[in-house]
DNA sequence: CGCGACGTTGATTTGCCTCAACGATTGTGG
DNA sequence: CCACAATCGTTGAGGCAAATCAACGTCGCG
């Protein structure tokens, strides 16, 4: 069987022939540290699966600040969900930019959808991984509630070290909502207890 | 048809076996203002669909601070759901409150699972749903690294008149991640303009 | 009426931001 | 392979939004 298919849809059976009708819908590109999936205020049709490599998904606010959304490397998707899944369909509000060069591959959502219903595995493996991603969330949102800048950006380090090796360290400052001056001063002070 | 089912799943068209097979998963239960339908630290298996009134759920972080992670009125459906959606099995770690008066339908995860992989309609709306939710999350993060309390404040009250008309100010400000002294004086700010 | 829950106000503190300058590191062309 | 520039990270001084701590109105209800 296609082996991109084993690794997105990991411990899920899939038969050779869902395989291929997977597969004939994927779109694989490359792209290269420094260029971009995608630009605000562009249509958006696509989810993208990230092979290789390491992007962020971010906004840019009204005083041109960054604020970093999600990072994502092997084994995750990423896309503007915002303007894909929101209520009224609109352009892209976010960018996405390559941070280490990535192999992607693309899914427009009509044929991700068609997929769920074609195949009810498919269907499932995704409902699977939207409740994963929505705890992931809520535990998000928690931790801005409530915790202290150190302690969230210890969190992240802690969670997902390989991360933060991949990323600059303002893409990691604009992911926790602080400034790189703070979270320098932060690193600062970690490092000497 | 059964008129819960045709009010949970909306413009979704359900055959009458199909309402009879959800229906027979579906549990009513009602809870007066002040009661919890869950506290911290407890099994959680299930998910409530609300009919009326208003719950809240929140954690209680080491301080002892409430931090409100989501209202629920309405048309909406609520849980644990770091407990519900996790990686790994765990107890719970919100509470839900009742804010006012309600009357609720409980569907336990396993059924709903169940029903979403036996009648695929079910699974498709599940879908959607958790899109939409996915997208709303996104903008809260969003809201919380960009705006200042006081505009939080205001999105939210113009978002969801009703829930801020239900609820007490000091929800409203463990929901924004503010204190209730600095909501009262957003607010006075706000009048005065 | 009286008590508890809720909201407001004031004084002070603090965590993080802003602005500015300066090292350190990375990458690129000669 | 070095030189130099651009990018990235650090440090300092000062400011501000929101937190903290404390006290006091106000409202609703037994």
Redesign the interface.
């Known amino acids: 069987m296609n082996t991109i298919i084993k690794e997105i849809f990991q411990d899920t059976v899939i038969t050779e022939d869902e395989s291929d009708l997977i597969y004939s819908k994927l779109k694989q590109s490359s792209l290269n540290k420094g260029e971009f999936l995608l630009k605000a205020n562009e249509e958006v049709d696509d989810l993208f699966y990230v092979h290789t490599g390491c992007l962020r998904s971010y906004?840019i606010?009204l005083e041109g600040k960054e604020?970093t959304?999600q990072f994502a490397v092997k084994g995750w998707w990423i896309s503007d969900?915002?303007a894909?899944?929101?209520?009224k369909k609109i352009k892209s509000v976010s960018h996405i930019e390559c941070l280490k060069d990535a192999i992607l591959y693309r899914v427009s959502k009509p044929d991700f959808d068609k997929l769920?219903?074609d195949i009810?595995k498919v269907?499932?493996f995704?409902?699977r991984k939207?409740?994963?991603?929505?705890?992931s969330?809520?535990?998000?949102?928690?931790e801005?509630?409530?915790l202290s800048a150190k302690q969230r950006y210890i969190n992240f380090v802690t969670a997902y070290p390989t991360i933060a090796n991949d990323v600059k360290n303002y893409h990691i400052a604009s992911y926790l909502?602080v400034t790189t001056e703070s979270l320098s001063r932060i690193r600062k002070e970690i490092s000497s207890t």
Do not use: K, S, V, W
């Open positions: 906004i606010d604020h959304l969900y915002i894909l899944y929101g209520r769920c219903r009810p269907g499932h995704h409902i939207m409740e994963l991603a929505f705890a969330f809520q535990n998000r949102i928690l801005n509630l409530t909502g």
